[in-house]
């Protein structure tokens, strides 16, 4: 670390760009799909991805001891929910340095990054391929929009309120800041 570093702390905090997407990301999470945990339908879905011993899961994009779930397709894309949201299909094994690494970018895109040897990366792309069609529905939002249009629309007016009401905050800051300091 650099002494230079602490530079990033020393400066105002602005709720509006620390957390707007948090909060958008809260929102599309909130309407995520998700599976109940089933040990026997994870384990058989585990087995697919090659992972045979499930006391110590392994990365899917490295191989090395997986320490967390990432999401294969990421759950938001433009402020929307997007792909397949909490299924077992979309949630694959993980290292830290790889799921922080990946962030939201495509999957393939990511392991291509990771895997150099082309006969292992073919072997993982379709294993990942399988497991995601077999074990995820993609989720169509239209879909949604469309059967409840009015609750739909309540909705992003509630996320837009949210958003302002952070925006109003951090336009009174400045001036309550001087207050506390003074």
């Not at 879905?45 to 397709?73: F, I, K, P």
């Not at 082309?118 to 379709?126: A, D, I, T």
């Not at 951090?170 to 300091?181: K, M, S």
């Amino acid at each position: 670390m650099k002494l230079s570093s602490i530079s990033r702390y020393l400066r105002p905090y602005s709720m509006i760009q620390q957390r707007k997407t948090t909060v958008n990301n809260m929102f599309a999470s909130a309407l995520a799909p998700f599976d109940d945990y089933d040990e026997k339908r994870v384990a058989e879905a585990m087995a697919l991805l090659g992972q045979t011993n499930l006391d110590n899961l392994r990365c899917v994009y490295c191989n090395s001891g997986a320490e967390t779930w990432d999401h294969l397709v990421g759950l938001v894309k433009n402020k929307k929910l997007n792909g397949y949201g909490h299924q077992i299909g979309n949630l694959v094994p993980c290292c830290r340095a790889c799921n922080s690494s990946k962030g939201n970018k495509d999957w393939r895109e990511f392991l291509r990054s990771r895997i150099t040897d082309l006969v292992e990366l073919k072997r993982v792309e379709q294993a990942l391929e399988t497991y995601l069609i077999k074990y995820a529905t993609e989720v169509d939002l239209s879909l949604v929009e469309a059967k409840y249009p009015e609750e739909w629309q309540r909705y992003e007016d509630i996320l837009a309120q949210i958003i302002e009401l952070m925006a109003e905050a951090d336009r009174l800051t400045p001036q309550l800041r001087t207050g506390v300091i003074a």
